[in-house]
């Protein structure tokens, strides 16, 4: 067997990590890389900025199954020069993304062990820092850190908790609160950017569509979907062009593919190919798991939930609704207006302000 330069370097990584002092030097900019066992998995973990503040952010990464390392690496989010001066982010590659490290299998619980190595990795980072651990999920991760506090409760490592632009309804087992949450989006969109005089014609036409349609439904005949594709028009025209995704520039590419974490498994391996890929085995995890119902277990932690007002996959009026269904009475809600669902570059400073905030 043909040992490679860079198996060696993984190997003795491992044996340092498993064999080294428990705790890790801390310091003002700090940049440590390593992998974190659970079973015969290995979790590669990049811990970055501030460990000196004993604060560690500990981040899920959205997707479902999107490149965490990848999205450090070109700093996407742009803390590097904002949170990570004040606090240090633990950045972690959920199973199946990024290149695989030990054995992984999947299977129909791949959520369960996705909360069960987010409880590995908070409490490695609390003892080998001394730090105070707090979870930060955005998107799908915003859900699985709620799904995290639904399963450990008060044997959870996180002294805090942040869901960023997490959505709880799916299109199967919550379908009609969700269409129901979003039609109210749109309308409330409409009324507030008529007020705001901004594409008035347009906006009134939305107001007469949702006038002729009070629900938002899959109808009989050919065309099952077109309310539910005319209300996703409406989004992608008068929304999400202000509102979208960043755009990655060359330079992006470039430093992803310099990273040890070759982007390529992640996004064309064979866990996203087929029926049964990583992708599809989340999502109907989900949809059996059916989390909208089981909020009141939230019932004693601090969780900030936060969302942009103009988030057309976690809309404000979702996360509301989140919000009053968890009894907790240190739970706390942010609409950030001028926002979509990349919250974190759309409107950053007020982003940071919010959860240094909360940390503190």
């Known amino acids: 067997?043909?040992?490679t330069?860079?198996?060696i370097l993984f190997l003795a990584c491992i044996f340092l990590l498993s064999c080294s002092k428990e705790k890790f030097r801390t310091e003002l900019e700090a940049s440590d890389t390593f992998h974190?066992?659970?079973g015969d998995y290995e979790i590669p973990v990049w811990v970055r900025g501030n460990t000196a503040s004993k604060k560690i952010i500990l981040f899920v990464q959205g997707g479902p199954a999107g490149n965490t390392m990848d999205f450090a690496t070109i700093d996407y989010p742009g803390w590097k020069n904002t949170l990570e001066k004040d606090y240090a982010?633990?950045?972690y590659e959920q199973r199946g993304t990024g290149n695989r490290q030990g054995n992984f299998s999947l299977g129909e619980s791949v959520l369960d062990i996705y909360v069960q190595d987010l409880h590995v990795v908070s409490a490695f980072l609390k003892k080998a820092y001394g730090a105070?651990?707090?979870?930060?999920?955005h998107s799908f991760g915003g859900g699985l850190t709620l799904r995290y506090m639904i399963h450990y409760g008060e044997q959870g490592?996180?002294?805090?908790?942040i869901s960023l632009n997490g959505p709880v309804t799916t299109?199967?087992?919550s379908f009609v609160l969700r269409w129901q949450f979003r039609r109210d989006f749109l309308m409330n969109s409409a009324n507030l950017e008529i007020s705001r005089g901004n594409n008035v014609e347009k906006w009134n036409e939305v107001l007469i569509w949702l006038d002729a349609n009070p629900v938002i439904e899959k109808i009989s005949g050919d065309e099952p979907y077109k309310l539910l594709n005319q209300w996703n028009n409406y989004v992608e025209e008068l929304i999400y062009v202000y509102y979208g995704e960043r755009d990655l520039k060359f330079k992006d590419y470039m430093q992803i593919f310099r990273t040890p974490y070759n982007p390529i498994p992640a996004y064309l391996g064979a866990d996203f190919g087929g029926d049964d890929n990583l992708g599809s085995l989340i999502l109907k995890d989900e949809e059996g798991y059916e989390m909208i119902t089981k909020l009141a277990a939230i019932d004693h932690q601090k969780l900030l939930l936060v969302t942009g007002r103009f988030d057309d996959i976690c809309v404000p009026e979702e996360l509301q609704y989140v919000y009053d269904q968890i009894p907790s009475p240190l739970k706390q809600i942010e609409i950030v207006d001028y926002a979509g669902h990349e919250i974190f570059t759309h409107q950053p400073e007020k982003l940071n302000q919010i959860i240094k905030a909360f940390i503190q």
């Open 5 to 7: 330069f860079a198996t």
């Open 157 to 161: 490592i996180p002294e805090k908790y």
């Open 89 to 91: 982010i633990a950045y």
């Open 171 to 173: 299109d199967e087992s």
């Open 36 to 38: 974190i066992q659970n």
């Open 132 to 137: 105070e651990i707090i979870m930060m999920g």
């Open 1 to 3: 067997m043909k040992i």
